[in-house]
């Protein structure tokens, strides 16, 4: 059983930039591979990075490429997505998700386990 706590989210201004945290639970966290997805009112929950436990590979959505950072720290059993140049429309809630076995590190599908979420709002 694995526990994810996220935080770090909040409201910024267009342009600035935010840091979520993700805390797991669970002595084999190393072992899962770790996404962010996001839910927008009215939108369907969406996926917006994930890094492999294996080599660290890491993969973005369009939206995020170039903006967005994720990375971990398997010592401390935590996973960070770095938000720089932030638009309004990255407004949502913003939640980890981990996976033993994803195939497919952008389908929801294949995560475990998922976070309560974090409210990030980017005013205009």
């Known amino acids: 059983q694995v526990q994810l706590v996220e935080s770090g989210g909040g409201l910024v201004q267009a342009g600035g930039s935010l840091r979520l945290s993700c805390v797991a639970s669970?002595?084999?966290?190393?072992?899962?591979?770790m996404g962010w997805f996001r839910h927008a009112p009215g939108k369907e929950r969406v996926f917006v990075a994930s890094?492999?436990?294996?080599?660290?590979?890491?993969s973005y959505a369009e939206s995020a490429k170039g903006r967005f950072t994720i990375s971990r720290d398997n010592a401390k059993n935590t996973v960070y997505l770095q938000m720089n140049s932030l638009k309004p429309e990255d407004t949502a809630v913003y939640y980890c998700?981990?996976?033993?076995?994803?195939?497919?590190?952008?389908?929801?599908?294949?995560?475990?386990?998922w976070g309560q979420g974090t409210q990030v709002t980017v005013s205009s």
């Open positions: 669970g002595r084999t966290f190393s072992r899962y591979t």
């Open positions: 998700a981990a996976g033993a076995e994803v195939l497919v590190s952008s389908d929801d599908i294949g995560y475990d386990y």
């Open positions: 890094i492999r436990w294996s080599g660290g590979r890491t």
